[in-house]
């Protein structure tokens, strides 16, 4: 059996599927399966940053509205879904509580609704995009090189514990012979409609932030373009609608290229012609200090910080998984390498008119534990 014919007519919901790994996912799904009929629910329509192909179908719909959502896929009957809608916290917010209602609304309980929903109108297969978070937002540990057998932690970040201690554990328990479903972790993503992380690196050359090192700057860490993760739910649609393998499994997706930040800013930078004129250390034990003084204030004032001791310890973390799993099971291998990931988003950065001066650099060392 072909590729094309794998899915043959069959319909596919992208929940999310205006956004950035949705749209990316719906591109790639389009390109493989011609013939497969794509609907996308989101709250808001498809946008120029983040196209779809014309013949997708568009329908507006607010996954944690259990109504909406039933009446929804009760009308479309598709074969599969790929759950991609969800919020990820801003940066600002990551390693506090003051948006947890919110994170678990969308994240959890808005998965439940889809999970119903879908249980109800017969979805053979059901696709979640989870994050590499539900493991690595516990961090008193390193990450080197870890396996989906690494267990969850109860101590976490409002991210990771609505992806995996809900979310995530409600997908993988509703697989059955009726409706198989399995989890996509993803590292931090960049690639074409990233509005985070390669525009907020370009970013820092304005602001002369480009010399400044948290700790020694060594600390191993993965990225996944989001092409990658677009082709790595068209393989889980097949293996579930298929041979079924990946039934009620999770798996990393990245890049496999593990790679410290400093080097992947280096290299962004490069690529817009800049070079750090020097570089000037700061030890983790002074920034860890600095970030409770920020916390302190921000107590006092009521104000966010993006500087805080979560983001200092998560610059300095180690955060890379193995890609055996995902590669044994689902046949995923990263088409899009690092090298070329990067050019392409300066590329897509150098078009834009858009400036983004919001991420002081901190910030910025703290998204290598972000996922979208």
């Known amino acids: 059996m072909s590729d094309k014919t794998i899915l043959g007519s069959k319909k596919v919901l992208v929940s999310g599927g205006t956004g950035f790994v949705g749209s990316a996912t719906v591109r790639a799904l389009a390109d493989k399966h011609p013939s497969c009929a794509i609907t996308i629910i989101d709250r808001s329509p498809p946008r120029p940053q983040h196209v779809v192909p014309e013949k997708t179908e568009f329908m507006k719909v607010d996954i944690t509205s259990p109504s909406e959502v039933s009446k929804a896929l009760q009308m479309i009957r598709p074969d599969a879904v790929i759950h991609t809608a969800g919020i990820v916290p801003a940066l600002a917010d990551r390693f506090g509580r003051r948006v947890e209602r919110e994170v678990w609304k969308i994240n959890v309980q808005g998965t439940g609704n889809m999970l119903d929903a879908a249980a109800k109108s017969g979805v053979e297969a059901f696709i979640y995009t989870s994050t590499c978070c539900v493991t690595t937002d516990d961090m008193r540990l390193p990450y080197p090189n870890i396996d989906e057998e690494w267990p969850t932690s109860q101590t976490s970040l409002i991210y990771g514990e609505s992806k ?3 979310a ?86 990245q890049n496999n290229e593990p790679i410290t930040f400093r080097d992947f800013c280096l290299v962004i930078w490069a ?45 300095c973390a180690v955060r890379y998984a193995s890609g055996d799993k995902a590669n044994a099971i689902l046949g995923y291998e990263a088409r899009i390498g690092i ?34």
């Open 271 to 315: 690529h817009f012609g800049h070079v750090p004129p020097f570089e000037v250390h700061i030890p983790e034990g002074l920034a860890y200090v600095a970030g409770l003084v920020c916390e302190m204030a921000t107590w006092v004032t009521g104000r966010t910080t993006t500087l805080s001791r979560g983001s200092v310890r998560d610059a």
């Open 164 to 166: 995996v201690a809900a």
């Open 168 to 253: 995530e554990a409600l997908v993988l328990k509703a697989s059955s012979s009726h409706m198989a479903t399995c989890s996509l972790r993803p590292s931090v993503l960049f690639g074409p409609g990233d509005y985070q992380l390669v525009p907020s690196i370009h970013a820092c050359i304005a602001k002369y932030e480009t010399p400044f090192i948290i700790g020694d700057g060594l600390n191993l860490w993965d990225v996944t373009h989001v092409s990658n993760i677009a082709d790595a739910h068209v393989l889980a649609v097949e293996n579930l609608v298929t041979s079924r393998t990946a039934a009620g499994e999770a798996f990393f997706i």
């Open 339 to 372: 090298e070329e990931g990067m050019r392409l988003s300066c590329e897509v950065r150098s078009h834009s008119k858009r400036i983004y001066t919001h991420l002081p650099l901190i910030c910025l060392m703290s998204m290598a534990g972000v996922s979208g």
